[in-house]
């Protein structure tokens, strides 16, 4: 069995330098749940880890006037657990609940999520809904990525030699905001996603008009897919079932899905609009503020 | 071999240094290095709970975590759950209701279930269910755990 090096250190530079030092084959290390399974089964040919949670911004979880900034190791436990958070963005925690069972939450984070950057990680389309700001360090200082960049291909981004997320921003919401994210899978819990689809809205003051839209769909494409189109055509529309019907049709048409031991192409084309308008029906909920978290949960199996 | 590593930490209460190879996880640390061989391994990659801790306060697969990780932290097995001598309630639960029978996956279900009555004293079967979704049983068909954990929720009201 291969040895490696471990490092943890204390700052973003000091782990800017161990990854330079460590080249090609040394890795960040946030909650493991992805990079030590790999690790353990072979599948990694990593020499250096490094443990990027000592790192006091990478854990940290900042939410006020600023809007949210998510250090990226910050773990899916101390999000769900966060009252500002379920609060101020509550369709977050439909994928922080939901991603592994109660001990993976425990490790696990939405940075390490984005990173492994599966097709079907079900906190990206959320990242998408919610217009999540990347924020990366390397050796060539700083940079950000808006988070339907960030994936690439299955199992690839855009992070380069030595580079390594450090935080994920969440621009405060505007008035009138919601969101929210859902999954098919054929058990209540603990599995991948067939398809997954995470929406949000901006409302008029009414309630009445969509003024702007993002819809985002995971397990149909190489990468997590941002349906501009669909958001598009909501905007400026009435908040009415046909709307949201014509929205749901450009997701399916924008979904490339492929047929696995998961699912066909057929099914994951009908759930990408079946899974579409769903979220968009919740997220118009919620920003009228007539859905809280735990009744979503409900409609997730977790309640 | 890589260059070993000291690691101090907490574990079960009592401040403990061990030496550790860089990759090996806390669990094979645990049951190899430490002799504390009632956390087991079931599948070795987060899918069946059985080497169960908690970190922090927080339930973790053991077999997730590297041992180096644990420098300076603190961690809770299923050694560390009976107090004195006196078996915790959730095993005396386990026991009442026969809630295994090979019990390869019973540490494990009893840190979780220590870890969900920790944040929440009063969980409804599906709470219980979902927080313990993460732990396999190839035995009991779950529904005796669950009562188990839900007896002891109930004694402690």
Partial sequence: MQAIDYVAPNSVDEAVSALAAGGASARPLGGGTDLIAQLQEGRSDLDTIVDVKRIPELTAISIGGDGLTLGAAASCHSINNNQAIRDGYPALIDSTHLIGGTQIQGRASLGGNLCNSSPAADSIPNLIAHSVICHIAGPNGRRTVAVEDFCTAPGRNVLGNGEFLVALEFPVPPANFGAAYLRFIPRNEMDIAVVGAGSSVVLSD???TIESARVSLGAVAPTPLFVQEAGDALAG??????????????????????????????????LSAVLTQRTLRIAIDRARGTKTVDELGRLNGHG | ??????????????????????RQTLLEALRDNLGLIGSKEGCGNGNCGACNVLLDGVLVNSCLVLSPEIEGRDVVTIEGIAVDGELHPLQQKFLEHASLQCGICTPGFIVSAKALLDENPDPSEHDARLWLAGNLCRCTGYDKIVRAVLDVAEGDA
Avoid at chain 1, 240 to 269: C, F, V, W
């Fill in chain 1, 206 to 208: 009414d309630g009445q």
């Fill in chain 2, 1 to 22: 071999m890589a260059k070993k590593i000291a690691v101090e930490t907490t574990i079960n209460g009592e401040e403990t240094i061990f030496l550790c190879e860089p």
């Fill in chain 1, 237 to 270: 529309q009435p908040v009415s079932e046909e709307t949201l019907a014509r929205a749901a049709e450009l997701a399916k048409d924008a979904a490339r899905p492929i047929s696995d031991m998961r699912g066909t192409i057929p099914q994951r084309k009908h």
